[in-house]
């Protein structure tokens, strides 16, 4: 079956970077789009970064110039790095999301803390 699993979240002190991992299984990984959102509590989840499968990317204006998707299809796997974090902006579950055309799968989500 079709698994995404992401790794890398945890506690960061602001101004600090963490990068996040996705490994995909059970697809062609370099067919699909892939993405990163996130949610903070209360709030609703929201689009971070995409890449698609010809590996170009675009940003939330919120995070531009902080933050990197990147893809490794030989890994099966999407990156972000994630750097001058903020702990009001960026404190939140990041998921990844793989799409193709109506397919749309999820990850589980890995938590980021930014916090003194």
């Known amino acids: 079956q079709v698994q995404l699993v992401e790794s890398g979240g945890g506690l960061v002190q602001p101004g600090g970077s963490l990068r996040l991992s996705c490994a995909v299984s059970g697809i062609i990984f370099r067919l699909y789009d892939m993405a990163w959102y996130r949610q903070a509590p209360g709030n609703q989840r929201e689009l971070v970064a995409r890449?698609?499968?010809?590996?170009?990317?675009?940003y939330a204006d919120s995070v531009a110039g902080r933050f990197t998707i990147s893809r490794d299809n030989a890994k099966n796997t999407v990156y972000l790095q994630m750097n001058s974090l903020k702990p009001e902006d960026d404190t939140a579950v990041y998921y990844c999301k793989a799409e193709r055309g109506r397919f749309v799968q999820w990850g589980q989500g890995t938590q980021v803390t930014v916090s003194s």
């Open positions: 890449i698609t499968s010809l590996g170009r990317s675009d």
